[in-house]
């Protein structure tokens, strides 16, 4: 028997400072439809999320808010759970950075640096931005000594530091971007990467020392100091694959064989703001613990308003769960999916998001509303038998064409070409007229053959539509007489004659559109 495939696939782990935004909904959906995607394939898949908890940013709002960082992390980390579970993220992992086993493994890993001689102590002199949790040299400084990434004003620091000897993996990173022409997915981002590269690559601070903060993991050589939170962060990868065992002697810890645990990832899904974080200092420290590298990497673009990033601190954020109060949780999955072309920024808007609703109700709801209610109209609730007609081809072609552009990321040209088969379905409605059909006592068996195709245009639309709108394609397959949705494989050979459809409310219902935020 051959082996299922198996996928490791990670969103970041988001810091938990505020509530999780449309940008961080977006793409813990993106990896989410994937999982479906893969899962519904047949492959064994391994989906990872969570927190960030440590870190200056995570200490200041609770200095802020005047309560202990772990209390701010309990409560928040719970709030991202909770919208998870509402946006019907399938995630078999939650990982909290806060964990002990984590941080059990980040000793080990820093541990294992350290013993191969790829840390060194030195004085840092530089700029920091803590709502980055970056560190910055003078010439990457903006305007005014504004952090280059988000603009806001950064703090000089002085310190003495942990450096990993990161410079010395320039050139094989190099080598294995450009023998990999896949592992950064899109090629703009990729270009991106290698254009970063050919400045030479410093060093990399991996800790802070605890007069300056303590809300960190401590240096397994040095207790005065606790680790750089991005490198934490990082390692969370790793700690969810289950490959490193810290409580094993040395040597034994799983660094040289990853055999039996999830690692390396297939894929790492950001975007592209840590990008950097995620296609250089991830890399090249794994590189240097001697750890095999990640398969993949996609960076997708930002959900923007106006001109600028939705971000929590420029107070432009929309709530995804006060969407999907409105319009439901497949409804907001599907406007993020379909509307951002995955690597580009695309903007929010009310007007949009009501457009794309339209779109599932108007083609798809209706497709199904209308299918149904002619099964029960004219064949008593009973799908018919009947052979293919031209109609089938397209359902084939479709299913052949999503699956190429899911295999590309290119999840916006899957969901279009999805939907594209539900109006081509409809249209094939007026072209048919089974109402006439159903008149002419001579034309039953050109109405078996209409109905017949539009229900198998219906489970294989379930199919292509459920990563996406798993709730929703549930309930269609119920009301199509199945017990679950068919995979993509079984969808085109599913023997749907002779199940009983049964009507119910709109799939999507029609909605006020006044006052839509
Ligand atoms: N904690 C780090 C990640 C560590 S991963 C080892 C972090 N967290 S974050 O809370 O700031 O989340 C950043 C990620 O959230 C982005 O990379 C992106 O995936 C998502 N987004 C946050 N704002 C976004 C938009 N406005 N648009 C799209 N995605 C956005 O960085």
């Known amino acids: 028997m051959t082996q299922r495939q198996r996928k490791y696939l990670t969103t970041p782990i988001y810091y938990p400072s505020g509530e999780p935004h449309l940008g961080h909904a977006y793409t813990t959906i993106l990896a989410d439809v994937l999982a479906r995607f893969y899962r519904q394939d047949g492959v064994d898949v391994y989906f990872l999320t969570g927190t960030d908890e440590h870190g200056q940013k995570m200490q200041d709002e609770a200095d802020r808010r005047g309560i202990a960082p772990l209390e701010l992390c309990d409560l928040m980390a719970a709030r991202f759970g909770a919208a998870w579970e509402r946006l019907e993220i399938s995630h ?56 280059p990434d988000c603009g806001r004003p950064t703090q000089h620091v002085e310190e003495k530091n942990y450096f990993f000897r990161m410079g010395r993996y320039q050139d094989a990173l190099i080598e294995h971007i450009q023998s990999n022409p896949d592992w950064i997915v899109p ?33 397994p050589f040095d207790s005065d100091h606790v680790a750089y939170v991005w490198v934490d962060a990082l390692i969370n990868y790793l700690t969810a694959s289950g490959t490193i065992d810290p409580t094993a002697p040395a040597g034994q810890q799983g660094f040289g064989d990853v055999t039996g645990s999830w ?33 993949q990497i996609l960076s997708h673009g930002w959900w923007v308003a106006g001109e600028t990033k939705m971000s929590k601190s420029l107070g432009n954020v929309v709530d995804p769960l006060a969407l999907r109060e409105r319009f439901g949780t ?53 799908v018919p038998g009947a052979p293919g007609t031209s109609l089938d081809a397209r359902i084939a072609a479709t299913m052949g064409s999503v699956r190429e ?14 939907m594209e088969l539900a109006r081509e379905a409809n249209g094939w409605v007026e072209e048919r007229q089974p109402w006439a059909q159903a008149k002419d006592a001579g ?23 459920q990563p ?9 397959c119920t009301r199509l007489g199945l017990d679950r949705v068919p995979t993509l494989a079984e969808s085109g050979s599913l023997a749907i004659a002779g199940r009983r ?17």
């Open 330 to 382: 497949d409804a907001v999955r599907w406007y993020l999916l379909r509307e951002m072309p995955t690597g580009s920024d695309a903007s929010y808007t009310p007007e949009r998001f009501l457009a794309r609703y339209d779109e599932l109700a108007n083609v798809l709801g209706n497709l199904a509303s209308r299918v149904i209610a002619m099964i029960e109209k004219y064949r008593q609730g009973v």
């Open 405 to 418: 552009s899911m295999e590309a990321y290119r999840v916006h040209d899957a969901l279009a070409a999805a």
């Open 92 to 147: 078999d992992r939650f990982i909290r950075t806060t964990e002990a086993e984590h941080i059990a493994v980040v000793q080990a890993f820093l541990t294992r640096l350290w013993e191969r001689g790829e840390i060194y102590e030195g004085a840092y002199t530089g700029w920091y931005c803590v709502h980055e949790e970056r560190y910055w040299t003078e010439k990457d400084l903006g305007p005014g000594g504004a952090c």
């Open 501 to 517: 459809v049964t009507k119910g409310a709109p799939l999507f219902p029609k909605i006020e559109t006044a006052g839509v935020a």
């Open 443 to 465: 034309a039953a068996a050109d109405l078996d053959e209409t109905l017949a195709t539009l229900a198998r245009a219906l489970v294989t639309l379930a199919a292509l539509f």
């Open 468 to 476: 996406v709108a798993p709730a929703k394609m549930a309930e269609l």
């Open 187 to 219: 090629d703009m981002r990729r270009n991106e990467v290698l254009g970063f590269l050919r400045k030479p690559l410093g060093d990399l601070s991996i800790s802070r020392p605890k007069t300056r903060l303590t809300w960190g993991i401590t240096l």
């Open 263 to 295: 690692w390396p990832a297939d894929l790492h899904v950001m975007g592209k703001d840590i990008l950097t974080t995620h296609a250089v200092y991830w890399p090249t420290l794994l590189m240097g613990a001697g750890l095999p590298l990640p398969r």
